[in-house]
């Protein structure tokens, strides 16, 4: 049976069974006892080490106490695996249960040789732990590299390390032998106010867009003809979008944009085959129009010559159309032509891509591709514009 | 007034030198002292089954209680019998490196710092299988060389104390030994078993030369700067003799004859480098150390008071000379002794070397 099958074997038989140290748990202390002395003598300290632990299992569970001897190879089978911390735990307790000559000495060495370190870094990058030499002792060199494989699993130590000098990362530590605590914590740098350099735009300069555009205003959540709530029906219509604000860059690479502008939309009239089917025109029927004003801020990425934008957009303006209602739809006629003109709100998104074709003194001149799309509460506008786009040019690259 | 006439005699044959009092029984052997001279590391031979290990604190001279070095599964408190813990070497830090095994066990290597913690292996089976011996560290300590039969006979490897890490230096059929460090602590003497007896070789650049053949066993090669000490057999088996040759093997100088071969131990070298230290074969000439100056030119004799003296080491500290070795007390001098085991004897012989 492997040792941890044996461990749970045991651990099930301590959950199962009443608490007591009768003849039972003296039997597997003895057994495990003799178990460890006869793997000592073949120097087998993992076979001991786990036979100790089995031992403190009986110890704490079942309440069976432990001989000096459990304690004493307890401890030299931690040295072995390079746990001095459990050694010197291990030692005391022994010294508890009987103070020999042997055991104050190894305390006492362990005293003299080794100081307590509390080591923790908190850089991004990976530290290691290293001794300025190792030394000969074989247990030292082992808690070493214990406390080494713990610092690059876990980027800290906490306990015993032999006395001497050490690198940890970037920084230098001293361990002096039953000296004070040595706490060493490494975090990234951040340079001090006075250090870090005044914060200065890549680049900042007047942006204008300009280009064709196509808008449609989709159909409302519910159409209706009546005069203190006009919702038409949706219509689309090409028009035109003209953008002027200001671009300035963070970084080389980020940067941020504020553009005000006009965006029009503009459609057909009522067909004439709809005109002549309507019975009058109580309204002024002329082109669908779209007439609005937004303002748009954005983030921007600029990778090489593609910029990448997007951000919010909030448009206000007019609009005029002209339809026949359908049956039902609560119009002040029936067959004929209404023609309805509003305001509109709309907030919403809108982005794109730009690639810059040409610099024009600090300005790259770039083809752009925009879209957007914008809420009027009952009912969406969507948009896209091809335009030509100028804005400061990023910073060359050394 | 019939006291009077004595007085000069007991002066002139007690024991000289102090003992280091071991309460186990057993035969000292090869004794090793700490490169402070703080410390000396001995083995104590109980026979039947088992060879222990003592460290003893050494301060001007004076031994304090030895200390048992016991490895993993043989503590103090549960000791069992039959292990087999010997051969010490000090690490310029404090540590001594010696063989340890149980009983039935691989040999294996060993660390232990005096007053530290308990021993552990130097070198895990992971790292390298087999029976480990003939441990020897270079003077900085960062290289140990030892011999591993893991792949045959017994071949050297090298550890290195900063990678951690084990290379082999060659593969040979023949069975190696006895590695030393030359000063530049990359240059290897050792000896190898070459058609049933031993030569001495250097592994110099990756490369491996011979150093001195012959007849009989030449062996356990110690530096000192670019000659080579060692003992050779060449005049028989039981004949054992000194000789020093250069880092070449082109000149050759017998320094000693029918010394005593200790029980692993190379040479022993005063501190200064000028002199080999050994003791006589020769039952009669046992109870003193002898010192001879390398160039061979002048040999002083030190009486210890003692007989059967052998397994001479040597070390400087505090401005003094100090000499570790063997021997049996001198029973017709001292009848209460009794003793039938060596012990380990420590003796200043500052001023009395040439």
Known sequence: MSPSARILALAALLITSPVYAGEVEDAEHIRLTEEMRRLSKRNAWKGVEAAYIELEVLRDKREVPLTYEDYWLGAQSARAMGDINAVYRRLKLAAKTDGTREVIEWLSDLDGNYGQVDIVSRKKEDVTLAPAAM???????????????????????????????????????????????????????????????????????????????????????????????????????????????????????????????????????????????????????????????????????????????????????????????????????????????????????????????????????????????????????????????????????? | MKFLPMLPFLLGTSALAGQVHVSEKGHAYNPHWSPDGQWIAFELNRFGDAVDLYVVKVSSGNAAVPVKVVIPGTTSSFSGRGSVVAHPVWHPEGTVIFEGSNAGGTQRLYYWAPGGQSAAELLTSAQIGGDLTWPSLSADGTTLAFVSDSAGSGDLFLWSQNTNTISDTFTSPDAEAAPRFAADGKTLAF?????????????????????????GDQTRPMWVDDQVVYFTNERGEGHWDIAVTDSAGAQRTILAREVRLPMRAGPAITPDGRSVVYTMSDPEQGDRLMVTTLDGTKTVEVPTGLVACGEPDLVGAGGKVYAAFTALPNATDDPNSASDFRQLHILDVTGKLP
């Not at chain 1, 593609?306 to 303006?317: D, K, R, T």
């Open chain 1, 135 to 398: 030394p000969f002792a074989p247990d030292q060199r082992a808690a070493i590299e214990a406390a080494q494989a713990q610092v690059v699993a876990e980027g800290k130590y906490q306990g015993l390390l032999p006395k001497g000098d050490y690198s940890f990362g970037p920084e230098a530590l001293t361990v002096v032998a039953g000296g004070d605590l040595v706490e060493l914590v490494l975090v990234d740098e951040r340079p001090s106010k006075e250090e870090r350099e005044p914060f200065e735009l890549a680049y900042i300069g007047p942006r204008a867009t300009i280009g064709p555009a196509f808008t449609a205003a989709g159909e409302p959540s519910t159409v209706s003809w009546e005069a203190d709530g006009f919702q038409p029906h949706g219509f689309s219509g090409a028009g035109a979008r003209l953008g002027v604000g200001l671009e300035a860059g963070l970084g080389e690479k980020l940067g941020v944009l504020a553009e005000v502008g006009y965006h029009g939309g503009f459609g057909s009239a009522v067909s004439d085959e709809d005109l002549n089917a309507s019975a009058g025109s109580p309204y002024e029927l002329a082109a669908r129009k779209l007439n609005t004003g937004y303002g748009w801020l954005a983030g921007e990425l600029r990778l090489g010559r593609l910029w990448l934008n997007a951000g919010p957009i909030w448009s206000v303006g007019s609009a005029y159309t002209s339809d026949i209602p359908a049956a039902g739809e609560g119009a002040p006629c029936v067959n004929c032509v209404v023609a309805a003109r509003g305001t509109i709100m709309a907030a919403g998104g809108a982005g794109g891509a730009a690639f810059a074709l040409t610099d024009i003194g600090n300005l790259s001149g770039a083809l752009s591709l925009l879209g957007g799309a914008q809420s009027d509460g009952s009912r969406l506008y969507t948009w896209g514009q091809l335009g030509f786009t100028l804005a400061p040019a990023s910073p060359k690259s050394e």
């Open chain 2, 191 to 215: 000896s190898r078993k070459n058609r049933g007896t031993e030569d001495l070789f250097l592994y110099q650049g990756g490369e491996v030369k011979p150093l001195k053949g012959g007849n």
